[in-house]
């Protein structure tokens, strides 16, 4: 008796097995009654066809159960273990991708921040040496002084307007 039919692996295996003695008992049946009745028609159609049809089940089951051996649960088991060791892996790197995306998000926030400190002290500087500038006029001074009022409460709106 061959191994894979010593021992059952699982109910697939069970009912490929009994599917092929099955299988057997048909064939062994329609041959016999063949050979006994003869054929009601011209080319044995009514015998031929079902010897053809269930030899070929026949096949296909022991073919199925020939890859069945003592080894096909434990490897099954081994591929459910990986599997579940790819997905920690996984689990793990996305984990990481999390970590590296938060730093990046403090390191470009903390770069705008300093970009427009930048930004306030380069318009700082350049108020002061307006107002040095038009220190002599007191008539453009004081247009100056509007205008960059105006301008700061304008920039101002702008940025408390965004989203």
């Known amino acids: 008796m061959p191994l894979q039919l010593k021992r059952i692996h699982s109910v697939a295996h069970l009912i490929l097995v009994i599917g092929s003695f099955v299988a057997i008992l048909m ?14 028609t011209k080319l044995c159609l009514g015998r031929i066809l079902p010897i053809i049809f269930v030899s070929m089940c026949l096949f296909y089951f022991l073919q199925t159960i020939s890859h069945y ?3 096909l649960l434990r490897k099954k088991h081994q591929i459910q273990e990986l599997k579940m060791d790819l997905d920690k892996c996984y689990e793990n790197t996305v984990a990481d991708l999390d970590i590296c995306i938060a730093k990046s998000m403090d ?6 921040e300093a970009n427009f400190d930048s930004k306030r002290r380069d318009f700082h500087r350049f108020l002061h040496r307006m ?24 920039g101002s709106m702008f940025f408390l307007s965004a989203p």
């Open 27 to 40: 064939l062994i049946s329609t041959v016999l009654g063949a050979y006994s009745h003869g054929c009601k």
């Open 69 to 71: 051996d003592a080894n």
């Open 107 to 112: 390191t470009n926030a903390c770069l705008a």
């Open 131 to 154: 107002s040095q500038n038009l220190q002599a006029s007191r008539e453009d001074a004081d247009k100056f002084e509007r205008s960059s009022n105006n301008l700061c409460c304008n």
